[in-house]
């Protein structure tokens, strides 16, 4: 795989790790996320896909359900 | 010291850091929740002692950051910044981060370090932390971040003392602190470093605090810059004008410019200055290890096994708030009527005895009764939220309740309201978006309660068993009395959410915290608040109405210049009924009707058993003829029907009566008569109530809804019996109750809000009578509309 393509975070595959490249949507939401941890650098891994996901970032585990207007991509890494 | 001032304390964190539990270890017994007013979020407050000072403790709401975006949130940043009224600015805040989770949590504290207060870090969850191989050094930790740090373990009250020591220091002011730093020896209290934020920002909000005035506080005009249409920003416009939004576009504006926009600049600048602080102070393992949590996890968040265990035990939590609570809810309904029996003994006729026993008494009772639901329910609610489970419950649910505009997390309230609404709608709480919560609020009574069971049970026990119907028939009619608020319930949720409660459907976010064995105090603590917010809020307003129903139903009493009013006919035939079985029982016959069921006047219950004598009088087996004990229990059988149609006389003619027979033309289309119109609208206070009413209506005396409940055959009972009988007034061939009727006047109850507990909590919680107004009146149009597709399409089918 190639390591330098961004994917949105919906078409990573449970399992797989990878570095938050850009969080976008409205500004109330892209803090939110990232007062949770979620923002532009942190690594996660996806535990489980689909809406609402499981996500795994440092010592926590999210869920989240993206609704149309908040975009997350992502840069999978191998860890 | 003792003379100074009482100091204050106030505590923030991050939810699932042990924040309550670190509060109740501080405070000990003694804590007041409180509410401020306009806002939904409960603040606890409690004493605290430590070095021969009382520190007040302000338990703050848990939250992942200090950028207000409704007045919810804007409660910890007011009560920090000393501008909540009534509410003195505390000496210092403790701010307690998960040290398994550091960097995320002390996002946080970079926040708290920017408000000017001094500030003590405790560093909970240590040992977890541990665990898992992360090993903090906290004094380094300390310097670096320019405030004291305190490792703790809140659940085992392990480093508390150390804690106290450093609040109390921190608290006792910048003179010892400026003190100790010059010798180099500890940190500042006063936070002395913070994030840089770039110059342009900086710059921007000194010239905004020049403009604006030096008493809207700094950290104020930052979020105003920060938070776009956050709720600063709200209220500063509300305050100075629109320009001020102008102003704090253009500031963003050259933030954007110099390559920092908002909101990235805000995560960027503390981030990155976590990232600082934190160099050096934490070592964490290469690889992270699998905890019990992702054990547990990869069973309980599982798609099929996730969704199975959790739907056994949704259905063990309600079979056990179904059986655990009926007992308890009989022990309360007989100790209310043997209390009544006594007082009635004691007390002499007329008003103020009935209004004091059927209307305060009974409006009392019927407010304790549902004590035991709420509190089972609460207890489960606080166990399955203590150890970590309700995150995931959400998680599951999600996917379902998305397609209905709500998110996973209104699910147990819904289906907690099941059981009954009130504590349903209590449980609404957990819903942080104010639309979803308000969606979920204004729904939730349209699910099938328990109080609507009996109603339910009457008339298909009634109507639709027996000869002549299919065995199936009962329970397919009862589920579908329970699916027709299942299926409705989230369809209005999504019509509402489409049109008053639009707006942008938010992100779901929740953090799933580690799994750990909930703290039997903490359970027990939060059964017992909720139990008390009940009591104490919807309470009063349950009574009133109870009470309300009662003189509708009790004047005028009648009486004239030839007869004396219904209630002293009924006591004096009373008496002559009650002499008729005290010469029985002086004669040697064995009254059927036993002591306790002397049928006192208005509401009053004949028990059981008096009202089974009455009917059907024992006959020994063989008995051939007319004994003289038999002739004897006629001439008491004829004495209680004269009582009970006397008692259905004034109630005909009481206020409640006239008004169901001014509303007849108005229920005629869903097959009732004014009897079943007024039985329906002395049930708006209370659904269960509409068993006694038909009781009262059908002259059998008070029916009670356990009776019905708990009876072998429904369709023996004397309400049954008589109801079957009942023949309209204008036409005395044709039978009121027909099988549309019934149903009707099910489907009627299955969606109408007869619940003043339920308005009373919904008014409680959304702090505004508009919306348990708009429940009442858009439920009481579904009920009739509902009421009238069915009778007239049954009457249609032939029925």
């Known amino acids: 795989m190639n390591l330098d393509t961004l994917l949105p975070l919906e078409l990573l595959r449970p399992g797989e790790w990878a570095d938050v490249a850009e969080v976008t949507g409205e500004a109330t939401w892209v803090s939110r996320l990232a007062e949770l941890g979620l923002r532009s650098g942190s690594r996660l891994r996806l535990l489980q896909a689909g809406w609402p996901c499981l996500l795994q970032i440092g010592g926590c585990r999210l869920s989240l359900r993206n609704e149309q207007g908040t975009q997350i991509l992502v840069r999978p890494v191998a860890y | 010291m003792g003379s100074d001032p009482k100091r204050i304390a106030a505590l923030i964190g991050n939810p699932n850091t042990g924040k309550t539990t670190l509060f109740n270890a501080l405070s000990g017994l003694r804590q007041r929740v409180g509410n401020y007013p306009g806002v939904t979020v409960e603040t606890k407050k409690g004493q605290m002692c430590c070095g021969g000072q009382t520190f007040e403790l302000i338990d703050l709401p848990g939250t992942y950051s200090l950028s207000p975006r409704s007045p919810d949130e804007m409660v910890a940043v007011d009560v920090i910044l000393g501008r909540q009224q009534g509410e003195a600015r505390p000496d210092v805040v403790i701010s307690i981060v ?37 090993r903090i050094d906290t004094e380094r930790l300390s310097r670096q971040l320019g405030v004291p740090v305190v490792a703790i373990q809140a659940n085992k009250k392990k480093g508390l003392e150390a804690l106290r020591e450093a609040i109390c220091r921190a608290a006792s002011g910048a003179a010892l602190a400026s003190q100790e730093s010059a010798r180099g020896t500890n940190a500042a209290p006063l936070a002395t470093h913070r994030p840089p934020f770039p110059e342009v920002f900086e710059c921007a909000i000194h010239q905004l605090h020049r403009e604006l005035g030096e008493d809207i ?24 004008g629109e320009g001020i939004r102008q102003k704090a576009q253009e500031v963003r504006q050259r933030l954007a410019q110099a390559g920092c926009p908002v909101p990235a600049v805000e995560a960027r600048a503390r981030y990155g200055w976590i990232r600082e602080v934190t160099a050096g102070c934490i070592q964490r393992p290469a690889q992270r290890a699998v905890t019990w949590t992702d054990r547990i996890d990869r069973v309980l968040t599982h798609k099929v096994w996730g969704t199975l265990i959790f739907l056994t035990l949704m259905f063990l939590v309600f079979q056990a708030i179904f059986t655990w609570a009926r007992p308890i809810m009989k022990v309360i309904s007989d100790g209310k009527d043997a209390l009544a029996e006594l007082l009635r003994g004691q007390l002499p006729p007329g008003p103020f005895t009935a209004l004091l026993l059927d209307g305060v008494l009974e409006g009392v009772g019927a407010v304790v009764v549902f004590l035991p639901q709420i509190l089972i ?19 599951l649910m999600d996917k379902l309740m998305a397609r209905c505009g709500l998110s996973g997390k209104s ?27 308000l969606a979920t609020i204004l729904v939730a009574p349209l699910m099938s309660c328990s109080a609507r069971l009996p109603v339910y049970i009457l008339l298909i026990g009634t109507f639709l068993t027996g000869p002549g119907f299919a065995r199936w028939l009962p329970g397919l009619v009862m589920f579908a009395m329970y699916a027709i608020g299942l299926v409705l319930a989230p369809l209005m949720a999504l019509v509402l959410k489409r049109t008053l409660l639009r707006g942008q459907t938010p992100v779901f976010v929740l953090e799933m915290p580690l799994y750990k064995v909930p703290s039997p105090r903490l359970v027990l603590r939060r059964m017992l608040d909720s139990g008390w917010a009940f009591l104490r809020r919807a309470g009063t307003l349950i009574l009133a109405s109870m009470v309300v129903v009662w003189a509708l139903l009790y004047f005028p009493r009648g009486g004239g210049p030839e007869q004396p009013p219904y209630d002293v006919r009924i006591a004096a035939m009373q008496k002559e009924l009650d002499d008729l079985k005290d010469q029985g029982r002086a004669g040697g016959v064995n009254s059927p009707v036993n002591e306790q069921g002397r049928a006192e006047g208005v509401n009053s219950p004949v028990n059981e058993q008096g009202r089974a004598g009455g009917v059907n009088p024992p006959v020994e087996p063989g008995e051939q003829g007319v004994s003289p004990p038999r002739l004897f229990y006629q001439l008491l059988e004829g004495k209680e029907q004269q009582i009970n149609e006397c008692i259905a006389e004034w109630k005909r003619q009481s206020y409640l009566g006239r008004m169901g027979k001014a509303i007849e033309p108005a229920v005629r289309p869903l097959g009732w008569d004014w009897k079943i119109g007024m039985a329906a609208l002395a049930s708006f206070p209370a659904r269960e109530v509409v068993i006694g009413t038909l009781g009262i209506i059908y002259s059998t005396g008070k029916q009670d809804s356990d009776e019905i409940r708990n009876a072998a055959n429904v369709a023996d009972t004397l309400l049954a019996r008589r109801m079957k009988e009942a023949r309209w007034d204008d036409d005395p061939t044709r039978p009121v109750f027909t099988i549309p009727t019934a149903l009707s006047l099910m489907v009627f109850f299955a969606l109408c809000c007869q619940c003043a507990s339920t308005l009373a909590v919904i008014w409680r919680e959304t702090h505004s009578w508009r919306w348990p107004a708009f429940t009442f009146t858009y439920m009481t149009v579904l009920a009739y509309l509902g009421a009238l597709v069915v009778y007239q399409i049954g009457r249609l089918l032939g029925g």
Do not use: H, K
């Open chain 2, 377 to 395: 329910l609460f207890a489960f609610l606080a166990v399955l939220e203590d150890c970590g489970y309700m995150a995931r419950a959400a998680f």
């Open chain 2, 217 to 240: 506080p700094e950290y104020l005009l930052r979020r105003l810059v920060l938070d776009v249409g956050g709720w600063t920003e709200q209220r500063l416009v509300a305050q100075f």
């Open chain 2, 411 to 437: 699910f147990i309230p819904l289906l907690s309201s099941m059981a009954c609404a009130v504590p349903g709608i209590l449980a609404t709480r957990v819903i942080e978006n104010r639309r979803d919560r």
């Open chain 2, 98 to 134: 998960d040290a398994s989770n550091l960097e995320r949590n002390l996002y946080l504290t970079t926040q708290v370090l920017e408000l000017g207060v001094p500030v003590v870090v405790a560093l909970n969850m240590i040992d977890v932390a541990t665990a898992q191989g992360i």
